[in-house]
Nanobody
Framework: QVQLVESGGGSVPSGGSLKLSCTGSQYKYDTLILGWFRQSPGAEREGVAAIDLKGAATYADSVKGRFTISRDNAKNTLYLQMDSLGPEDTGMYFC??????????????????????WGQGTQVTVSS
């Protein structure tokens, strides 16, 4: 069982930055695909960024050039550096993890369905 705990959310003005962290326990991060998702009230959960076992990143078009995902396997920690934030980035941010085999049929790393483990989320609010 993997337990994930996010931190780093908060309220910032438009144009500001935040860095989210997600720390896992009871499992080795270097065996997992890791992702960040967000959900706004009334909207579906959407994939923001994901990182594979080799450290290659995938981003949603809406965050490319502004967000950077990274992982530190030695610390069992996933990060999301968010710059140039806008009100459209407001939402609850969740980290997720899964073994690679759940993506073997070609599912996108930004698709939430293959992910097995989820954190409780951290709120990000960007004011205009």
């Amino acid at each position: 069982q993997v337990q994930l705990v996010e931190s780093g959310g908060g309220s910032v003005p438009s144009g500001g930055s935040l860095k989210l962290s997600c720390t896992g326990s009871q499992y080795k991060y270097d065996t997992l695909i890791l992702g960040w998702f967000r959900q706004s009230p009334g909207a579906e959960r959407e994939g923001v960024a994901a990182i594979d076992l080799k450290g290659a990143a995938t981003y949603a078009d809406s965050v490319k050039g502004r967000f950077t995902i990274s992982r530190d396997n030695a610390k069992n920690t996933l990060y999301l550096q968010m710059d140039s934030l806008g009100p459209e980035d407001t939402g609850m941010y969740f980290c997720a993890a899964s073994v690679y085999v759940r993506f073997r049929h070609g599912a996108s790393y930004l698709d939430s369905a293959p992910y097995t483990y989820w954190g409780q989320g951290t709120q990000v609010t960007v004011s205009s």
